[in-house]
């Protein structure tokens, strides 16, 4: 597989003319936003006054009228960068995908089904409403493997009966088969309890969570301290979670910046890591070729897709075979 | 006098809690040791098999072999108590690490299907005694810290309950095998 280094190369080097070409577009659109940026506020001003010289200013009119035009603003602005952000993954996307890996194929309106999400038991929280995008499926060093931008949602009412949506997981979301088969659940989470309580009562209150299996205390003291095990089986989760397993999960905790999920079910690997934005998309208002621009895309694929080296997926055992 | 009630019925409830917390730890115990039970045995019906197949290449090793069928048979005793089943498992880690090594001097024997699809299942099933092992230890820790700390120390007196032996990693497993001293000792 090729190094961040290698891709960053070919970002710049071989996709600089497509890059060029959008990022023409980029400045277009971005001043195409700035002038309807300003009629909006002309406009807003303008009814505004006429509002609040009939009804006052503090009339809930003026409201209604801001969150109207940050609506329209919203809808135009979706329509502006629909055909920036289709060019931006058929030209760059695809291709740098293509480069870590031939056989991987590229989908950008696709999703991983909401079944694989719940199967993955990751979050227990009842599901309202499941989105995605970016889709990537294929195997590398022949271990199958597919991952996308996925946001999950909640519902809750408040006692005057109005709907609130709460994200319960936005980010990268992945399943891989494992290289051992298992018939138990095991389900690897970040520690927050300990970090917040200590490990007395954290560890007390992990012990209670009723929505769980039982927790796992696993012999590996750095990885004890990130995250907590939760599984049906203790002699299967220590099977899958050996101790060369769980070194590699702490390391590969360490190259990402955002809380990882990991879940074993089903001779399946399941890895959510809540970035909390949508992955793959066009910059808009900063520059496509600026460096940290390019590193985030760069970055982002290659530890995905190198999650399958970095957690040695590919040895599988012999019965596997 | 109430209060004198609530703080019994209050002690009560914490030595019911207490009582069944050892129960469920010392349950916990047996039941894993049950699981090590079944690879453990897992990997004793391999060992005929593995020791026919070598025993024709491996002429200077017949006594280690034998040694190792000898064990087996001792190890599959019923009425062993977990202790003397513990240490089987070690002597026969040990045995079964030196045979792997002897075989890395015959080359047919490397070559041989029958021998390399024995070792990869023993290998499988050592990853497997090896998870058995740890997810024991943690029970028997879990169990022997309830016997030993301050207050459940006081019941687990009174219920007879002892410390149980974990699964240690023998001096002959943390050492590289000496082969050579291994044959000539027998």
């Keep these: 597989m090729k190094s961040v280094s290698e891709l960053t190369d070919f970002y710049y080097k071989e996709l600089y003319p497509q890059l060029s070409e959008l990022e023409k577009t980029r400045i277009a659109i971005l001043s195409q936003m700035k002038f309807y940026g300003v009629i909006g506020i002309v406009i807003f001003l303008v009814i505004a006054l006429w509002i609040g010289k009939h009804f006052g200013l503090l009339s809930p009119f003026i409201i209604f009228l801001f969150i109207g035009i940050v609506a329209l603003g919203g809808v135009i602005y979706n329509m502006l960068i629909r055909d920036y952000t289709k060019d931006f993954k058929e030209r760059i996307i695809t291709p740098l995908i293509q480069a870590i890996d031939p056989q991987l194929s590229y989908t950008p309106y696709l999703f991983l089904p909401r079944h694989l999400f719940e199967r993955s038991a990751l979050f227990n929280h009842s599901i309202d409403r499941y989105g995605g995008n970016d889709c990537v499926r294929g195997s590398v060093h022949n271990i199958p493997i597919e991952f996308s931008d996925i946001h999950a949602e909640y519902r809750t009412r408040d006692s005057k009966g109005k709907s609130q949506w709460h994200t319960l997981f936005r980010g990268l979301f992945l399943v891989a088969e494992f290289n051992k088969n298992f018939k138990s659940k095991t389900v690897v989470l970040p520690d927050l309890a300990e970090k917040t309580f200590g490990d007395l009562i954290g560890g007390w209150l992990q012990s209670i969570n009723l929505s769980r299996d039982k927790v796992i205390q696993l012999d590996d003291p750095e990885f004890e301290k990130q995250f907590v095990v939760y599984g049906n089986d203790p002699i299967e989760a220590r099977y899958i979670l050996t101790h060369s397993m769980m070194q590699r999960i702490v390391d590969f905790q360490k190259k990402i910046p955002h809380p990882l999920f990991i879940s074993f079910v089903q001779n399946h690997i399941h890895v959510a890591i809540n970035t909390g934005k949508d992955l793959f998309e066009p910059s808009v208002f900063t520059s496509l070729l600026e460096y940290k621009q390019a590193m985030e895309y760069v970055n982002t694929l290659q530890y995905t897709i190198g999650l399958i080296e970095e957690l040695k997926l590919s040895e599988k055992l012999w019965s596997k075979i | ?186």
Aim: neutral net charge; charged residues 25%; hydrophobic residues 45%.
């Design chain 2, 1 to 186: 006098m109430n209060i004198l009630i609530v703080i019994l019925i209050l002690l009560v409830l914490i030595t019911v809690l207490m009582y069944n917390s050892l129960i469920g730890k010392k349950n916990q115990v047996d039941n894993i040791f049950a699981g090590v039970d079944a690879v453990l045995k897992k990997r004793y019906d391999l060992i005929p098999n593995l020791v026919s197949s070598v025993e024709r290449y491996m002429e200077h090793e017949k006594s280690v072999l034998e040694k190792v069928t000898e064990l087996r048979a001792e190890a599959l005793k019923p009425d062993l108590t977990n202790e003397q089943k513990i240490a089987y498992d070690q002597k026969f880690s040990a045995l079964l690490g030196s045979i792997t090594v002897a075989m890395e001097a015959y080359p047919d024997l490397k070559a041989n299907e029958n021998v390399i699809h024995l070792q990869r299942s023993l290998s499988e099933i050592e990853e497997q005694i090896s998870a058995a092992r740890r997810a024991y230890n943690q029970s028997v820790t879990n169990l022997n810290n309830a016997i030993e700390m301050f207050p459940t120390n006081l019941l687990a007196g009174w219920m007879n309950l002892s410390r149980r032996a974990v699964f240690e990693i023998t001096h002959n497993e943390r050492q590289n095998v000496n082969v050579k001293e291994l044959f000539n000792r027998s």
